[in-house]
């Protein structure tokens, strides 16, 4: 397996709502990442996992809130979420310990959108 | 301060001629770099990579070429197909200080156009 799902692909939520995104891999990886990118715009990295914990955390308000529950599996949490933070939602996880010579993996994302 | 820079936002090629994609960086601690692939509303999709030690790498059509003394790297499509359509960027790899993990830095993206 050589992939990174993300689910849902689509959401849209309500600036009072909480809803979370889900990311798997079973590549055996264990860093994993959260990248937020708005169009015409590179991802901008918002955190990082490594063996499960939190190693990276750039500076991201506390509305988003990553959780990693196993090596597989990383979750970000949203909740009273701002318009502005509408964008491509993605994960992508690495192998740990060496150069990155072939960069992530990501995952397909999920397009969020807060109304 | 941006550390990975692609200054041409985008380029327009004629079916089987070159696509050559620029990239300039400014940080002497990036071991390797690497080229993505990404079409709308998908993630990116590695590509070709090459080490910080090396000047050259090409695979099938792709070719990246490295110039450590510019802080330049290039990549080179040949030919190029209406399927290479898609946004390509550029990014570099570095251990963060303190993190033991190593991060990619991206630049800001070339939207690349085969025409038929």
């Known amino acids: 397996d050589t992939e990174v799902t993300q689910t849902p692909k689509h959401l849209v939520m309500g600036m009072t709502n909480k809803k979370s995104l889900k990311c798997e891999q079973h590549m055996g990886h264990r860093a994993m990442y959260w990248y937020k990118q708005k169009a015409k715009k590179p991802p901008e990295l918002m955190f990082v996992?490594?063996?499960?914990?939190?190693?990276i955390n750039e500076s991201v308000p506390s509305r988003f809130s990553p959780e990693c529950p196993n090596s597989s599996l990383l979750n970000l949490h949203l909740h009273a979420l701002q318009p502005e933070d509408s964008a491509l939602y993605l994960c992508?996880?690495?192998?740990?310990?060496?150069?990155?010579?072939?960069?992530?993996?990501f995952g397909s994302g999920t397009r969020l959108t807060v109304v | 301060d941006q550390q990975v820079k692609q200054n041409s936002p985008s380029l327009s090629v004629q079916e089987g001629r070159i696509s050559i994609l620029n990239c300039d960086y400014t940080n002497s601690m990036f071991d390797y770099f690497l080229w993505y692939k990404k079409y709308p509303a998908e993630g990116p999709t590695f590509l070709i990579s090459?080490?910080?030690?090396?000047d050259k790498n090409e695979d099938g059509r792709f070719t990246v070429f490295l110039n450590k003394s510019a802080k330049h790297l290039s990549l080179h499509i040949v030919p190029s197909q209406p399927g290479d359509s898609a946004v390509y960027f550029c990014?570099?790899?570095?251990?963060?200080?303190?993190?033991?993990?190593?991060?990619?830095?991206f630049g800001k993206g070339t939207k690349l156009s085969v025409i038929p």
């Open positions: 992508a996880s690495s192998p740990l310990g060496r150069g990155l010579r072939y960069g992530y993996t």
């Open positions: 996992y490594s063996y499960e914990k939190l190693s």
């Open positions: 990014a570099a790899s570095a251990k963060r200080p303190g993190a033991g993990s190593y991060q990619l830095t």
């Open positions: 090459i080490s910080s030690i090396k």
